[in-house]
């Protein structure tokens, strides 16, 4: 059946009565602006946040901002989570990399006892998981350094002759760790295809030889030159957590707090764990910061500036690791409209030494904004919730373990104060229930931790700002340790 036509008297009416609609909307929109209604402006800056380095090979570099503006006179901040990626091995039969393992152990006199039992434990324990194809040495220090094992293969004989070496080690003397890391430095024979770690070990302060930081850590930072990685184990709760953690990020490697000598072992096979499975080695994340833009932290990571140009060094990657890192921005805040971030780059060493480099597409940016609601609607909740839980509660549980160290709870308490009220502030208008969930559990549960420094004996302060210390340095760098 054929649909009628309607007629123009038909369609008349109708016409009329969307005229009359469309005038009706137009006095109604025009009654709303004279009575000081406000239409919002639609929300100003990127609405993509996520960017990534466009690449096929195994080591992947992605980026996300936790917001699209920052608020004109405030303070201009910003933060933009690095994820670092390297690709799982194609079969758990690939072939692993040789690597060369070097440890420097601390035989002072307050090794003695119990925590020179655990740590040759562990290093038999380390030797047992070695290759032929691996390399192995060991070097102890004490008022002097000794190389008593000599890097070589760990093959069948190799290894007892490991073992007969490491036994007739005795504990005694002083702390020359100077002489320690120089002897580690200079029995190292690198060759391509090989990965490289060398673990250091103390319990105590360094008193004899070159004991200052900075020849500690100059000594240390040998290792960017050699492409290696040099990580630092502090054992019970006599060692400088502080000289430790730095020698650490000088050697590219990662930190450890063992409060039990017993968990050496889990240390030093860790350790193994990731120099075998090493896919990309001697990162180095560049930045050219934009117009005015500051870089002011890399989840405190040592930056290293030069020709307006900053740069971190997380160490070497291995397959299936993801790393997760939080780069803290400033932008000018003057006037508004877009602050393009800058360049990010990643680049990086294969096993055999060709170079590599990522660049993050998309060139990065925050549009600078007067209208608070603007600014509150640009935010990534989920993306701001964790920079607040992983970097910035992190980056506050290290200065409290500082103050603690110090002797100066209160300190504490007024550091933890500022922070919740900052968080709590915001998110009022964020609405975030795990920000909500974190200022309730997890500042409740350093504040009482505070409270009890408070009253608590100088030992029980150096064991709290050990743990404290620690756990901020591996919240702060998600993915870091294997």
């Known amino acids: 059946m054929t649909a009628k036509t309607p007629s123009a008297a038909e369609r008349s009416p109708r016409r009329l009565g969307i005229a009359v609609a469309l005038l009706g909307l137009t006095l109604a929109v025009g009654l709303a602006l004279r009575a000081g209604a406000r239409i919002e402006p639609p929300p100003t800056g990127p609405t993509d946040l996520h960017y990534t380095a466009p690449g096929s090979g195994p080591v992947h570099l992605s980026g996300r901002l936790d917001r699209g503006s920052v608020l004109g006179g405030g303070d201009g901040l910003v933060k933009l989570e690095l994820v670092l990626r390297a690709d799982e091995r194609p079969s758990i039969d690939a072939v692993r990399t040789p690597s060369d393992l070097v440890v420097v152990l601390d035989r002072s006199g307050s090794m003695d006892g119990a925590a020179m039992r655990h740590a040759k434990a562990a290093v038999r324990e380390l030797v047992s998981q070695l290759e032929a194809r691996d390399r192995f040495a060991l070097v102890s220090y004490a008022s002097d350094a000794r190389l008593d094992i000599a890097l070589a293969h760990a093959d069948t004989d190799a290894r007892r002759g490991f073992a007969a070496r490491l036994a007739a080690i005795a504990s005694q003397g002083g702390t020359n760790m100077a002489r320690g890391l120089d002897l580690a430095h200079q029995s190292l024979q690198p060759q391509p295809g090989r990965a490289i770690r060398v673990l250091l070990l103390s319990d105590g302060h360094a008193n004899e030889g070159d004991h200052s930081h900075a020849g500690l850590l100059r000594r240390a930072g040998r290792a960017i030159a050699g492409e290696y990685v040099l990580s630092s184990v502090g054992v019970g709760d006599g060692f400088d957590e502080i000289l430790m953690t730095r020698l650490a990020d000088a050697g590219t490697g990662n930190f450890y707090y063992v409060d039990r000598a017993e968990q050496l072992a889990g240390v030093f096979t860790g350790e193994f764990g990731a120099a075998r499975e090493t896919l990309a080695r001697a990162l180095q994340l560049d930045l050219a910061p934009g117009a005015g833009v500051q870089v002011i932290d890399a989840a405190g990571y040592p930056l290293e500036r030069s020709e307006g140009r900053?740069?971190?060094?997380?160490?070497?990657?291995?397959?299936?690791?993801?790393?997760?890192?939080?780069?803290?921005?400033?932008?000018?805040?003057?006037?508004?409209?877009?602050?393009?971030?800058?360049?990010?780059?990643?680049?990086?060493?294969?096993?055999?030494?060709?170079?590599?480099?990522?660049?993050?597409?998309?060139?990065?940016?925050?549009?600078?904004?007067?209208?608070?609601?603007?600014?509150?609607?640009?935010?990534?909740?989920?993306?701001?919730?964790?920079?607040?839980?992983?970097?910035?509660?992190?980056?506050?549980?290290?200065?409290?373990?500082?103050?603690?160290?110090?002797?100066?709870?209160?300190?504490?308490?007024?550091?933890?104060?500022?922070?919740?009220?900052?968080?709590?502030?915001?998110?009022?208008?964020?609405?975030?229930?795990?920000?909500?969930?974190?200022?309730?559990?997890?500042?409740?549960?350093?504040?009482?931790?505070?409270?009890?420094?408070?009253?608590?004996?100088?030992?029980?302060?150096?064991?709290?700002?050990?743990?404290?210390?620690?756990?901020?340095?591996?919240?702060?760098?998600?993915?870091?340790?294997?």
């Open 310 to 482: 900053v740069s971190f060094r997380p160490g070497d990657l291995f397959a299936g690791q993801e790393r997760r890192i939080f780069v803290t921005l400033r932008v000018p805040v003057g006037s508004e409209g877009e602050v393009p971030l800058g360049d990010v780059s990643l680049i990086f060493r294969d096993v055999e030494g060709a170079t590599s480099t990522l660049r993050l597409a998309g060139d990065p940016s925050v549009a600078v904004v007067r209208d608070e609601e603007v600014f509150v609607a640009s935010i990534d909740s989920d993306q701001w919730a964790e920079s607040v839980v992983v970097d910035d509660y992190n980056a506050l549980k290290e200065k409290v373990a500082g103050y603690i160290q110090q002797g100066r709870p209160e300190a504490a308490r007024e550091e933890l104060d500022r922070y919740r009220d900052g968080v709590v502030e915001l998110n009022r208008q964020v609405k975030n229930a795990r920000v909500n969930e974190l200022v309730a559990d997890q500042l409740g549960a350093m504040g009482l931790e505070i409270e009890e420094a408070e009253v608590a004996s100088p030992q029980k302060q150096n064991q709290l700002s050990k743990k404290l210390r620690a756990e901020a340095r591996d919240g702060r760098r998600v993915g870091a340790k294997r």
